[in-house]
């Protein structure tokens, strides 16, 4: 059979901290750099690509695991239009905080960067591959879902705590300057925000802010309030919303700039991507 060129989603309301995405022929799904509220982890489970997380650039292939951390500038693309295909799993970083605390592993349940990129130990690849077949598998209780979720995690966790494959730890001194400007634009995202405004609120000019912000954020001050905007999509069409009234509670103007935006960011439609909560796995058409 030819590979489902269609993303594949997995969600379930009882276990709203878990998504699962599936691609079985990833030249058909291309990315922008973009981040996520949630942690992060995929599978090449055929092929190769490329992965860029932050200012670090990888070639990976089938056998190989990858990690992001919420916020983090990322993208994974094909290699010449090369057949690849790839599993992800998002993980709500309060709920993963929670569980590396209860696992000994922080000394608070905050949420810490976990400092690895990438991983190729095959115990690990092989437990992660299992526990997306039982997700994605409509038959499976949901107490099974769960523990292999949590048993998966509870191994994996503490070997990338120590990977050596890890990325240089953060400066962690962004100018108040401009983590206040991404606080203000992360609760205003929706709105109709000008350079002015930003310029005005910093006291930068143009260029200079543009130039620190993507220094320090990995986007310009504009891709950033969009992949907020599409995050908000995110969660409205999860919540079912309409996608022509999610485009509107995003801060699009219209449906059609709303559906081309995320198809760059998420490598799916809005319809591909609102699929039904119903805790099976749905190919959307």
Known sequence: MPPVTKPVFWRDPRMPYAELRSVEDGRMVCYEPHTHIQWSMGAITGGQSTFVCG?????????????????CVHACNPIDNQPWAYLMLYLDAGWLAQ?????????????????????????????????????LNPNAELIDKQSRLIRFLSGLLPAISGASDRRPPADGNTPEKLQQLATYLDAHCTEDLSLDDLCQRTGYSAGYLIRAFKQYFGLTPHAYLIN?????????LKRGTPIAEAALNAGFADQPHFQRVFKRLVAATPHQYRSPLTGQASEIK
């Open 99 to 135: 569980l590396r605390y209860d696992l000994g592993l922080t000394g608070e349940a905050i949420w810490q960067d976990i400092p690895c990129d990438l991983l190729t130990t095959p115990q690990y690849f092989n437990g992660f591959c299992e526990l997306a077949a039982c997700l």
């Open 228 to 236: 907020r905007r599409v995050q908000v999509g995110q969660r409205e």
């Open 55 to 71: 200012d670090r650039r990888y070639q990976v292939s089938t056998g190989t695991l990858v990690f992001m951390n919420p916020e």
